[in-house]
Nanobody, 124 residues
Framework: QVQLVESGGGLVQAGGSLRLSCAASGRTFSSYTMGWFRQAPGKEREFVATISWNAGSTNYAVDVKGRFTISRDNAKNTVYLQMNSLKPEDTAVYYC?????????????????WGQGTQVTVSS
């Protein structure tokens, strides 16, 4: 069983950048798709970005495409989310999640394992 721990959240001004990290502990899971989701107050948790663990493909939500970059380092069991040109509407709790093995997915229901989340706040 794997545990996911997010870090790197904080308070930044609009236009600034943050890099989130998600570290996995426990058994290895290098074959699994990884994803980032976010949840703003009063809203449903929504898809942000996903990456196949074999580095073959990525996918992004329309709202973040061109601004966010997902990456991973399998040797460190870590996935990252580089967030640039941040906007106030990016404010949310960001969650790292493990998805299905060998297949990429943008659907929340395909991600059975989640971290505790890290707060990102973007001021105008």
């Amino acid at each position: 069983q794997v545990q996911l721990v997010e870090s790197g959240g904080g308070l930044v001004q609009a236009g600034g950048s943050l890099r989130l990290s998600c570290a996995a502990s426990g058994r290895t899971f290098s074959s699994y798709t990884m994803g980032w989701f976010r949840q703003a107050p009063g809203k449903e948790r929504e898809f942000v970005a996903t990456i196949s663990w074999n580095a073959g493909s990525t996918n992004y939500a329309v709202d973040v495409k061109g601004r966010f970059t997902i990456s991973r380092d399998n040797a460190k069991n870590t996935v990252y989310l580089q967030m640039n040109s941040l906007k106030p509407e990016d404010t949310a709790v960001y969650y790292c999640a493990r998805g299905p093995p060998y297949s990429i997915s943008v659907y929340r229901s395909d991600y059975p394992l989640w971290g505790q989340g890290t707060q990102v706040t973007v001021s105008s």
